[in-house]
């Protein structure tokens, strides 16, 4: 009995973990083709908005086929750590792919510094802004400061906060993946 309970948490795990190396390769391929092809939007709300959709259609969905792999029911507690451990790959990937394209082009924080100024001047025009604000903005924006957060030490502080939104996101899809079995009167 005691085999079976350590045969199933290991094989949750490694679903989990193969299903974040899924995602976080799907991100990778995302971020690289838009990279080359629209750096600026890598510092967009449309970006953001549509890894949040990947990741929760993702692990729900990867979470609901674990539950049905193990008997179509999984208590609360089982599903946010699926759902945590799936994000938690996934982001490390992601994080390991950052330094990596660090390495490969140490351009890509002035890159991204680039790109979140273009952003930030975009949605101040779109919300009608003065020429003389968009200017202050320019003014005000330091490069070096944005650069350092897509630089090494920036990609250990992001996984740290990666960690903690990690967690709400879990608790959140675990709502979706879990389902009690009824329970006999």
């Given amino acids: ?10 094989s949750w795990f490694k679903d989990a973990a193969k299903n974040g190396l899924i995602l976080g390769a799907i991100h990778i391929v995302v971020m690289l083709l838009l990279y080359m092809l629209l750096p600026s939007k890598l510092t967009g ?3 953001v908005f ?9 692990t729900i969905y ?3 086929q674990w539950r049905k792999q193990v008997g179509g029911f999984l208590d609360y507690g089982a599903a946010f750590k699926y759902a945590f451990i799936l994000l938690l790959i996934n982001g490390i990937t992601g994080i390991i792919f950052s ?4 390495v490969i082009d140490p351009t890509y924080p002035d890159v991204m510094a680039e790109s979140q100024l273009n952003t930030s001047i975009y949605w101040a025009q779109k919300f009608g802004a003065p020429e ?3 200017e202050q903005m320019r003014d ?3 490069p070096e400061a944005v650069t ?4 090494f030490m920036g990609l250990l502080t992001s996984l740290g906060v990666g960690v903690i939104l990690y967690a709400i996101g879990a608790l959140i899809m675990a709502i979706f993946i879990r389902k009690n079995q009824p329970e006999m009167i």
């Fill in 1 to 10: 009995m005691e085999d079976q309970v350590q045969e199933s948490n290991a």
């Fill in 45 to 47: 709300f449309s970006y």
């Fill in 50 to 58: 549509f890894i949040l959709v990947l990741n929760f259609g993702f």
């Fill in 62 to 64: 990867m979470g609901n």
């Fill in 99 to 102: 330094a990596l394209l660090l």
């Fill in 132 to 134: 003389d604000a968009l």
């Fill in 140 to 142: 005000q924006f330091d």
């Fill in 148 to 151: 350092k957060r897509f630089g």
